[in-house]
């Protein structure tokens, strides 16, 4: 190496020092802000989850044609039927092991619930909104 390409080098290992200490000087808020990020899209933009004050009946409606449509094959969904497929638990379980907030920023950002077999679901913030409170109306877990 010649001395005309050690100052080149030593900037370079400056910057690669600065940008390392910058990193390790993360605030609260951007720990906070990378986790959101690394959970979920949905969960980073803001979206404050299902609100349920008051049972919309409209949407606990559009939440079972949600059930009918994308769930009915395999889970029961209602409060007393048997799932078709034994191995899938009845929707009106769900609730009991995953957090209604958690479960549709799932559904919202495609990401897998539940086991391989399970379809991915893209749901927009309306349909997931709809299909937890459907869940919670049959489940009897509230927020």
């Known amino acids: 190496m010649t001395q005309r390409n050690l100052p ?3 900037s370079r290992l400056i910057a690669v020092v600065l940008a390392a200490e910058a990193a390790s000087c993360a605030t609260p808020a951007e720990d906070r802000d990378r986790d959101l990020l690394a959970h979920s899209e949905s969960e980073a933009t803001g979206w404050k989850g299902v609100d349920l004050d008051g049972q919309d ?7 079972r044609e949600i059930a009918e ?3 009915a094959s395999c889970h029961a969904i209602d409060r007393r ?3 078709p497929n034994m191995d899938a638990p009845p ?3 769900v609730l009991a092991v995953n957090d209604p907030d958690r479960l549709a920023y799932r559904f919202i950002d495609a990401l897998r619930v539940g086991h391989d077999d399970m379809p991915l679901f893209d749901f927009d ?3 997931a909104d709809a299909l937890i409170a459907y869940l919670q109306s049959i489940s009897g877990i509230a927020d």
């Open 69 to 71: 449509q994308h769930c």
């Open 91 to 93: 929707l009106r379980d």
């Open 125 to 127: 913030v309306r349909s």
């Open 81 to 83: 039927s048997r799932s």
């Open 57 to 63: 009946p409209l949407q606990i409606a559009a939440g």
């Open 8 to 10: 080149k080098l030593a």
